[in-house]
C-alpha cells in the first residue's frame, strides 16, 4: 500500500512546498532543515517547543483531497485515500467510460465554439496593446 500512498501523492500533490503549515487534522509540520526561509523572530524556537508541531527535514508538501488540504507528512488522510483508490480500482470500468463520455461532451461543446478564420496581429498592434494602460489602473 506504501506505493499506492505515493502515488496518490504524486496525483493530489498541490505541488507547491513551503516552511510551515498546519494539516486538516490541526497538526503543524515545519521544515527544521532548510534555512532559505523568512521566519518571524522566535517562531522556529516555538515551532520547537510545540508539543503540536513536527519538525520535518524537508520543506512541508501538501495534498488536497475532497477540497481539504492535508500535510503529505501526516498520516491522517491515508486511509481517506486508501479508500478512494480502492473505489478507483473497484470501478476503473465505469470510471473510464465516464471519461470517455465526459471527452465525448467537451468534444461536442468545443465544437460548438464559432471559429474565426482571420485573424491577423501584427507585431506592431501587440506592442501598442501592452503600451496602452488598462483603464481603471491608472
Sequence with gaps: MKEDIEQFEEAFSMHTSGSVAECACGRVFWDSY????YWENGERERLSES???TSVPHSVERVVIDGIVYCM??????SK???IIQWLRDNQTQVGQ????????????SNEVPIIEHCEV???SAEQDFERPISGLT
Design 73 to 78: 507528512d501526516c498520516s491522517c488522510w491515508h
Design 98 to 109: 465516464w471519461y470517455a463520455l465526459e471527452k465525448r461532451r467537451l468534444q461536442f461543446a
Design 34 to 37: 532548510n534555512s532559505g526561509y
Design 81 to 83: 485515500a486508501e479508500r
Design 122 to 124: 501584427t507585431s506592431q
Design 51 to 53: 508539543k503540536t508541531a
